[in-house]
C-alpha cells in the first residue's frame, strides 16, 4: 500500500483567470467560479495519479463556495501570500502551483514547489 500524499495542486486563481482576455473584469467571481468549476470536471489533464487540487482566490472572488474536487481558499489578502503559505504548510508532500506570475514562481520554488503555467488548467480557450 502506498502512503504518498496525492500530488498537492495549488491554482493562483488571479493569475490563470487573467491569462485570456475574454472579459473576466467584470464578473471576477464569476470567472473564479468558471475556472472551479472546469478544475472540478477535468482536474489537470496530464497528471499522473490522484491530485488535491485547491484554488486561491482573492479580492472580488472571495465567497467563491468549494464543490467536490476542489478546494477553495479565500486570501485576506495577498493571494501571492496565501500560496506561499499553503507551500510552506505542505511540508515535504509534492506541490504543483499553476501560475504565470514571475515573482510567485520563484518564491514556490524557493519553497520546492514545481511550477507550470495557466495553459495546464485553461484547456483550449
Partial sequence: MDDTPALLVIVDGANVV??????????????????????????V?????PAEIVLVVEGAARGVEPVPGVRVEAAPGSGDDRVVELVERAGDRAVLVVTADRELRRRVTERGAEVT???????RD
Fill in 45 to 49: 489533464p496530464g497528471l499522473p495519479g
Fill in 18 to 43: 487573467g491569462s485570456v482576455p475574454d472579459g473576466w473584469w467584470r464578473d471576477r467571481r464569476g470567472a473564479a467560479e468558471r475556472l472551479r468549476d472546469r478544475l472540478a470536471a477535468d482536474g
Fill in 117 to 123: 503555467g495557466p495553459r495546464a488548467v485553461r484547456g
